[in-house]
């Protein structure tokens, strides 16, 4: 009996296309359930809403200071803007870039302060309190303490107590540090005396007063602008009207509880809204009142949960926790103190497809918007964030691990033999590539090899010699790969400086094989 032999077809190369992660960096799903457009990690890449970009830089903006600044102060009067850095214990005016003059206070305390901008019909000024030293005040062109004589005096509380301050219907508010008291001024001053609010007899759940704020639930300025009042426990404890003194125009709406909050700036405006950093996350006052810490989703950072509450868990009592919004770009920073004065991270958010990553390098003890921009503190200096294209002169170094993806095929073994990123750029940067499989994260990018036209750059190239052009050019070349699994997840790396790069897809060529 002659056996036919049965004839053995090759692997079939199957080509497959993503876009690349703008659904950005996702710490709350399992690594098999994320979506195509996630990413399992996304540092120093930004999630825009058509591709994701490396990040821009930093530039130091004011040197020379001493020591780290862990506060920026600015003052909006009038037609008047100025930026102050706080650090070891003296105020240096930062408002023009370069190398600072002498302080213009020293001797303080510590350089931990929370101020407010405070217009009256007197004038306008930025008021500032820190717990250990008296309340200072700037009044556009020198700064003042409690104590200097009226107006700046405060009566019935020793500033140097207060370790928080708002301004809420017209009147100075201020807590005092490590109490349920919190203390009001007259209507439209910045000094005199001071009017006792104890909230002892109204929390539920002890503890002391961390901050107080204005709760616009209109999004605007009105009738609906609620005092809030947060304790260390997480208690809200709101209140509606304009004179605390009054029953009839002052009354209590309601207490609930949130997670404890963290740090001593836990809370920021966003939008017609608050935002507060607890043990659960960063919470939009809103939401968090109407959960009532039962529904996670609610918190804005809840794709990237896991990641918060392990940098809560880690690093929550170190100093530097803090919120800023930066309109003008989108973004929402979440700045996570790994080590105080050396290492922090900011968690970004894109406002519009509310999409995380992670940026690094950029090591923030604070920050502060100055003319739209955001700016940090540093050691020794203050920087001003996504300005340029390196950080300082140094490389910006960005990471993409997109999601793990079967391409419809879970139970089916595939071998990657070759990785084509899409990327827009202005030149050439290191870049380097890989697939990473069956869910292991460790990093196996190999060099990636292309060539993109660089175009001429203005008052730096010669006119008859550099490649002028309006627009990024594309970059899209074949690079082998090694990967062998279930599950292949697309990995990105680039060290650029002076270079625009924006990731748009990446294409794999791979060999299905058998099931086992």
Excluded at 3 to 12: D, F, G, L, N, S
Excluded at 276 to 294: H, K, N
Excluded at 359 to 384: H, I, M, Q, R, S
Aim: hydrophobic share 40%; aromatic share 12%.
């Amino acid at each position: 009996m002659i056996t036919k032999q049965r004839k053995i077809v090759p692997a079939r190369a199957m080509p497959a296309s993503l876009p690349a992660p703008v659904g950005g960096w996702n710490a709350r799903d399992a690594l098999g359930e994320m979506a195509a457009t996630d990413a399992v990690s996304l540092t120093n890449f930004y999630p825009a809403t058509t591709d994701v970009e490396v990040r821009k830089g930093h530039t130091r903006y004011a040197t020379g200071i001493s020591g780290q600044v862990e506060t920026l102060l600015t003052y909006a009067g009038g037609a008047t803007k100025k930026m102050f850095a706080v650090a070891s214990g003296s105020i240096y005016d930062v408002s023009s870039p370069g190398a600072v003059g002498a302080a213009d206070v020293t001797g303080l305390t510590n350089s931990r302060w929370q101020f407010v901008n405070n217009t009256t019909v007197a004038g306008s000024y930025l008021q500032a309190v820190n717990g250990a030293d008296k309340m200072q005040v700037y009044d556009g062109t020198t700064w003042h303490e409690d104590g200097d004589g009226a107006p700046y005096d405060i009566t019935g509380v020793n500033s140097a107590d207060l370790i928080n301050i708002n301004v809420h219907k017209f009147r100075v508010w201020f807590i005092q540090e490590n109490t349920l008291k919190a203390w009001y001024l007259p209507t439209g001053a910045i000094g005199g005396a001071a009017t006792a609010f104890d909230l002892s007899g109204t929390s539920m759940l002890g503890g002391y007063l961390v901050s107080m704020f204005t709760w616009t639930i209109d999004a605007g300025y009105g009738v609906d602008d609620l005092a809030a009042f947060l304790t260390s426990q997480g208690e809200v404890i709101v209140y509606r009207g304009t004179d605390p003194a009054t029953a009839n125009t002052w009354a209590l709406v309601g207490i609930w509880r949130i997670g404890a909050p963290i740090g001593g700036r836990p809370c920021i405006k966003f939008a017609g809204d608050l935002l507060i950093i607890c043990q659960d996350g960063v919470y939009p006052m809103s939401g968090a009142l109407q959960s009532s810490r039962t529904n996670p989703k609610i918190a804005v950072t809840d794709k990237i949960q896991f990641a918060v509450s392990t940098a809560i868990s880690s690093y929550g009592r170190n100093f530097g926790w803090q919120l800023l919004q930066f309109p003008k770009e989108n973004m929402l920073f979440l700045n996570v103190p790994v080590q105080e004065g050396q290492n922090q991270q900011q968690y970004v958010m894109n406002t519009i497809n509310k999409s995380w990553c992670d940026f690094t390098d950029w090591n923030a003890n604070c920050w502060e918007l100055y003319n739209e921009d955001p700016y940090f503190g540093g050691d020794g200096f203050v920087g001003k964030a996504w300005d340029g294209l390196s950080d300082n002169g140094n490389n910006i170094n960005a990471d993409g691990l997109q999601a793990f993806n079967y391409f419809g095929t879970p139970g089916q073994l595939k071998r990657c033999t070759m990785i084509r990123p899409t990327l827009f750029t202005d030149g050439s940067p290191a870049a380097s590539a890989n697939v990473n499989v069956d869910f292991d994260t460790s990093d196996n990018t190999a060099p990636l090899s292309f060539t993109a036209s660089t175009y001429g750059t203005w008052d730096v190239s010669l006119w008859d010699s550099g490649i002028w052009g309006s627009d990024l050019s594309v970059a899209r070349q074949w690079q082998g790969a090694t990967g062998l699994g279930y599950a292949l997840a697309p990995r990105l790396k680039i060290a650029s400086k002076g270079i625009r790069v924006q990731w748009v897809a990446t294409d794999l060529v791979m060999e299905k094989g058998g099931i086992l």
